[in-house]
């Protein structure tokens, strides 16, 4: 079955710099990448979404790549703000409902002001 | 938040009782599911609903029952609690937008099994 491994488990950056969380996914039939990003406390919340037919797509600050070749996705956040410190989670899924969906552990992210 | 609530939000029980916990939407959505969220873990799905009355297991399901009698409302339930099942659960539906899903959660229930 699919398998999801992110990387860094931890990753703390100073404000105003950049952040990037990669993933790698195993089954080549997963055809959709999104990611989570939760806080404390609350619930996993949407923030950005790639399809397996676009290479690259970008939402104000953040962006996200996928390399199908190679099986990975990564998430880069550009100029971080304290309120980016959050718990981000990649997944994999074949898209016919989302119930093939399988996360990654997750990336806690440190934004220092 | 997709209309999704769960109930309770947080309930600490004895290992051996039985647990149900509830998932509601108010927006007909025909795909459910649970998920236990443990650290180190991500978030891993123990079932799932694709209908009223169609569930299927997830990638850790033991100990661990379904069930949708009706569209809003899906049941999650702990026959005989254990430790081990303590756990924060998120019940998440599938959204359909322009041909595809996206998965939205709920406010999530913390269970503790003593």
Redesign the interface.
Known sequence: ?ENVE?HP?TLSVQEGDSAVIKCTYSDSASN?F?WYKQELG?????II?I?SNVGEKKDQRIAVTLNKTAKHFSLHITETQPEDSAVY?C?ASI?????K??????TRLFVKA | DAGITQSPRHKVTETGTPVTLRCHQTENH??M?WYRQDP??????IH?S?GVKDT?K??VSDGYSVSRSKTEDFLLTLESATSSQTSVY?C?I?VALAG?????????TRLTVT
Request: charged letters at 20%.
């Open positions: 079955g992110q488990s959709y999104p609350k619930r996993p919340q949407l979404d399809r989670f997944a898209n016919t409902g989302g119930f969906t399988i996360f990654g552990a997750g | 025909r795909y599911y180190g873990h991500g978030l891993r799905l799932y694709y299927d997830g990638e998120f998440a599938s595809d899903y996206e998965q939205y959660f709920g406010p999530g």
